[in-house]
């Protein structure tokens, strides 16, 4: 790795071999020095979740000038929080996750291990962004994507924000997005969540489906909406889940 160059470190949570990262990776490649550490199989949905009663392994991938990969056997905070401590050369100047094969709009940003790496990113300070893009179809071609997420990766560079403050941007999956606009993480929840089929041997078993409901679609703000219109969205975010708000009301209560 060099010095003179911006590292950058990428995981994800469709682990090391998905297109969405080896896509991101690339472009990354051309803003500084790319260390990758991504789980071995995929572990969508795991959040901020730590392995803790097995041994984490890291296996080297490939190595060469300006570009190192490991997969982890492992969740997505695993891997970034194993990177960091024992892996990485020096502390990553940008830390990047994605890009995820699915959005990661609304409230699904709680559960997203994708976010999960962005969120740990910025317990150490280093400005972070999740990648995301709107359909899980491995074979689409990513290509119209690529002026958005050098529009993410050049705003987080060039700017200085305030701490903890962290990205989450998603890209629809369409060939001409519209652009790039700020947006708020939709309130909502997930309906009919479940479907429940029959196995061979006639024992019901549940799977994990359902529609998403945004509490405010109306509002101008409203991720889920913009990206449905054709617009990529950029939301700030924090992993500080304190409600600062109702600290004054708190203290008159007790």
């Known amino acids: ?121 910025s317990f150490y300070g280093i400005p972070s962004m999740g990648f995301s893009y709107g359909s899980h179809d491995h074979s689409l071609n990513l290509s119209a994507c690529e002026p958005i997420i050098r529009q993410g990766i050049e705003l987080l560079m060039n700017h200085t924000f305030d701490k903890g403050t962290c990205f989450n941007l998603n890209i629809p999956a369409c060939e001409k997005i519209i652009g790039l606009k700020p947006a708020i993480n939709a309130r909502g929840r997930w309906m009919h969540e479940y479907e429940k089929r029959i196995d061979p041997f006639g024992k019901p078993y549940y799977w994990t489906t359902g529609s998403y409901v945004a509490e405010d679609p109306t509002n101008p703000l409203n991720d889920v909406a913009l990206l449905e219109q054709g617009y990529a969205t950029i939301a700030p975010c924090t992993a500080d889940q304190t409600l600062h708000s109702a600290i004054k009301e708190l203290q008159k209560l007790l």
């Open 1 to 121: 790795m060099n010095n003179n160059r911006p590292l950058i470190f990428i995981s994800n949570d469709d682990s090391y071999n998905a297109p969405g990262i080896k896509f991101l990776t690339e472009i990354a490649r051309s803003y500084g020095d790319v260390f990758v550490a991504a789980p071995e199989t995929p572990q969508s949905g795991k959040s901020s979740a730590i392995t803790m009663e097995q041994p984490i392994r890291a296996r080297l991938v490939s190595q060469e000038e300006g570009l190192t990969i490991y997969a982890v056997n492992g969740t997505p905070v695993d891997c970034i929080k194993l990177a960091l401590n024992e892996l990485v050369p020096r502390l990553p100047d940008f830390i990047f996750s994605g890009m995820n094969h699915g959005y990661n709009s609304g409230n699904c940003v709680t559960y997203s291990g994708t976010m999960g790496v962005v969120f740990e990113g």
